[in-house]
């Protein structure tokens, strides 16, 4: 069974401060994805990657940043957290055009 | 601007009912169409997927219908079950498989036993 994991399941940070989520699968997939989910907007992607060390702006990228060193590994980089990314982040994999396979979601509130 | 547009946002269905999801698309480079499932405290996972060669797929009580002409496609929830309560998102994408998805806003379903 493909396996996708992220860091934490809740996370609360201030204004201001540096957040990073991590991601990590265990199928050896070259894509991996983040999205966030807000009620009434379903997901939206926010930044992707297609390769160790490459990456794609998704729909929403401002204000976020990814990072993805090893292949099994996607961060999510929030450099100075505001209230408005308050919301349920998702990552997912998937081997080049096949199905994407989420992980469970981390939820941050930004105060 | 949503590149999927979903309906509806909630759904209340009986236990045995049919709960039908609507999705409408507008670029007509769109050749992949899946749905997705999640539970509370779940990410989503793939329930059913159909690409634009084919009118209808169907998966046990799961079944999606494929209007090309009209841009539009719906999953069908044959003998609705509590178990189905979930949320359910249509998607949308460009190329040979699921990257670049394009997700609807999702339909909240709640089957009533």
């Known amino acids: 069974d493909v396996k996708v994991t992220q860091s934490s399941r809740y996370l609360v940070k201030r204004t201001g401060e540096k957040v990073f989520l991590e991601c990590v699968q265990d199928?050896?997939?070259?894509?991996m994805f983040w999205y966030r989910q807000d009620p009434g907007l379903g997901l939206r992607l926010i930044y992707f990657?297609?390769?160790?060390?490459?990456?794609e702006k998704g729909d929403i990228p401002e204000g976020y940043s990814v990072s993805r060193e090893k292949k099994e590994r996607f961060s999510l980089i929030l450099e100075s957290a505001s209230t408005n990314q308050t919301s349920m982040y998702l990552c997912?994999?998937?081997?080049?055009?096949?199905?994407?396979?989420f992980g469970p979601g981390t939820r941050l509130l930004v105060l | 601007q949503q590149q999927v547009k979903q309906s509806p946002q909630s759904l209340i269905v009986q236990k045995g009912g049919i709960s039908i999801i609507n999705c409408a698309y507008e670029?007509?480079?769109?050749?992949?169409f899946p749905w997705y499932q999640q539970f509370p405290g779940k990410g989503p996972a793939l329930l059913i997927a159909?690409?634009?060669?084919?009118s209808e797929k169907k998966e046990g009580r799961f079944t999606i219908s494929f209007n090309k002409s009209a841009k539009q496609f719906s999953l069908h929830i044959m003998d609705s079950q509590p178990g189905d309560s979930a949320t359910y998102f249509c998607?949308?994408?460009?190329?040979?498989?699921?990257?670049?998805?394009?997700f609807g806003t999702g339909t909240r379903l709640t089957v009533i036993p």
């Open positions: 997912a994999s998937s081997y080049r055009g096949e199905t994407q396979y």
């Open positions: 199928m050896d997939h070259e894509n």
């Open positions: 990657s297609y390769d160790v060390k490459m990456k």
């Open positions: 670029n007509t480079a769109f050749d992949y």
């Open positions: 159909i690409r634009p060669d084919v």
């Open positions: 998607a949308a994408s460009i190329g040979t498989g699921a990257n670049n998805l394009f």
